[in-house]
């Protein structure tokens, strides 16, 4: 994977107008500016504005305090408050996070607010989603062209659809809360220009793992990481949203995909709200290109502790594991969870290690229980799990992903190796502070819980 540079043409007489890339002019539109170049800092009118159930309470203490307690939010209709971190747990402290977000939820006429009362079955809360960065998603939230903050680092998956999407802090989102504005700076880009044609057993979360292991979990601090190339466009939305997930683990601002007819064929019955994608110029200037041949690529895994400490999973063949997750953000959306099936399905195997399953959201759920897996005479992935002894899909949240209070379901509580499709592997990160996390695709990690080793998806699969 080599960086090149991208040499610049004299440009023409004419108008000076400098060619700008999709981040660029996504930041000149929600400034109302018509030029402007990285490193200027700028004013930005906000979309979307998403907040949950951990970092919700902190912002909204800082919106009440600055502009006082009767204020009221800039807009009720471009807030969105999603319960999903610590859900499905007696902590105290938790549950009352989930409280006063409803409170203000309730005080402020949100009309997002993807509320959950009874604990005991997600099922009785028709409103409730999940994983706040699917269902941000699968309920119309994301277009292409808009800036859309959120007060969580992996808002940046929204980038799959052509639009601006970052992580803010509680201080930031309390202010945008009251003016709908936040200050920004105009982020270099990197463009990553992947081609080939994807084997059949790799998957997104293994091109961006290439990718991390290659420019470090600093290579891209505060750059916006722009994915083109036919093997880009040959990606599914889920896939796409897979890629730009983890841009964060490699210290990106913003990942970002260009919009094309998939993009909007999924935001067919989505959305209703008009909106205009925004192409990156063919002069425009990025800080590094970096191309990738796919069709070279193997199915990866980053090791303990961090997502840049990359190895092909056949390196890793060796290492014995105590459990399999397949959930959150990143590897818990309907497509991780059909990818997994298809590994258990040609093995025709039980599987040797405990392994749970999350589904990210209440949709993903119950198209694990009614989709027909591809090839399978019509089962479902439920049906595959079950036969091959995986535990039974769990009620939709983050999970153990970021460990979470003790008794949240598959949290890792003692000094165990687990391989799992989340998104980072650093000391505690799952709960045990002593805990092995292996980062992997749904493949792997499904191929990896019939042995009971780190294992190779191509084993089962050719």
């Not at 080599?2 to 108008?15: D, F, I, L």
């Not at 009309?111 to 409103?127: C, E, G, H, R, V």
């Not at 935001?267 to 200037?285: F, I, M, N």
């Not at 309907?334 to 209440?362: N, R, Y």
Request: hydrophobic share 35%; glycine share 8%; with cysteine.
């Amino acid at each position: 994977m080599t960086p090149q540079k991208s040499e610049r043409k004299p440009s023409a007489t004419g108008s000076v107008k400098t060619a700008m890339t999709m981040t660029e002019k996504i930041f000149s539109r929600a400034s109302e500016k018509s030029q402007l170049s990285p490193g200027e800092n700028v004013w930005v009118n906000v979309d979307v504005l998403m907040t949950h159930d951990v970092c919700g309470p902190g912002s909204i203490g800082i919106f009440k305090k600055e502009f006082g307690n009767d204020a009221k939010v800039w807009d009720r209709e471009k807030v969105v408050i999603i319960p999903d971190h610590y859900i499905f747990t007696s902590d105290e402290r938790a549950n009352r996070n989930v409280d006063i977000i409803r409170e203000f939820s309730h005080e402020q006429g949100i009309k997002y607010f993807y509320d959950i009362k009874d604990l005991s079955n997600f099922k009785a809360n028709p409103d409730y989603k999940g994983v706040c960065h699917v269902a941000l998603a699968q309920e119309g939230h994301c277009r292409p062209g808009e800036v859309l903050l959120g007060t969580d680092s992996h808002t940046c998956t929204a980038g799959a659809f052509g639009q601006f999407a970052t992580g803010i802090g509680n201080t930031d989102a309390g202010f945008v809360l009251g003016t709908g504005k936040a200050l920004l700076k105009v982020p270099p880009t990197l463009r990553f220009v992947l081609d080939g044609e994807m084997p059949d057993y790799l998957l997104a979360k293994d091109l961006i793992l290439q990718i991390i292991g290659e420019i470090s979990v600093s290579g891209a601090t505060y750059k916006a990481m722009e994915f083109v190339g036919t093997t880009v466009e040959s990606l599914t939305m889920e896939e796409r949203m897979t890629l730009c997930n983890m841009v964060v683990e490699a210290g990106g601002k913003n990942g970002i995909v260009p919009a094309d007819a998939t993009t909007f064929k999924y935001l067919e019955d989505k959305t209703s709200v008009p909106y205009e994608p925004v192409y990156s110029d063919d002069q425009a200037r990025f800080l590094a290109e970096y191309r990738i041949d796919v069709s070279k690529l193997e199915p990866l895994v980053a090791k303990p502790h961090s997502p840049d400490n990359r190895a092909t999973a056949r390196e890793c063949k060796d290492v014995k594991i105590d459990r399999v997750y397949i959930g959150s953000c990143t590897g818990g959306k309907t497509e991780d969870f059909l990818a997994a099936a298809k590994v258990l399905l040609a093995s025709g195997e039980k599987v040797k290690v405990p392994t749970f399953l999350v589904p990210a959201t209440q949709k993903v759920w119950m198209d694990i229980y009614t989709l027909p897996v591809p090839g399978a005479g019509g089962k479902t992935c439920s049906q595959i799990f079950e036969a091959a002894g995986c535990d039974t899909p769990a009620s939709p949240s983050c999970g153990a992903c970021l460990g979470g209070p003790k008794d949240t379901y598959a949290r890792i509580n003692e000094p165990q190796v687990c391989v799992s499709t989340t998104n980072r592997n650093f000391p505690g990160r799952m709960g045990h502070k002593d805990g092995q996390i292996y980062l992997a695709s749904p493949y792997t990690a499904a191929a990896s819980a019939l042995t009971g080793f780190v294992t190779d998806p191509r084993d089962f699969l050719h």
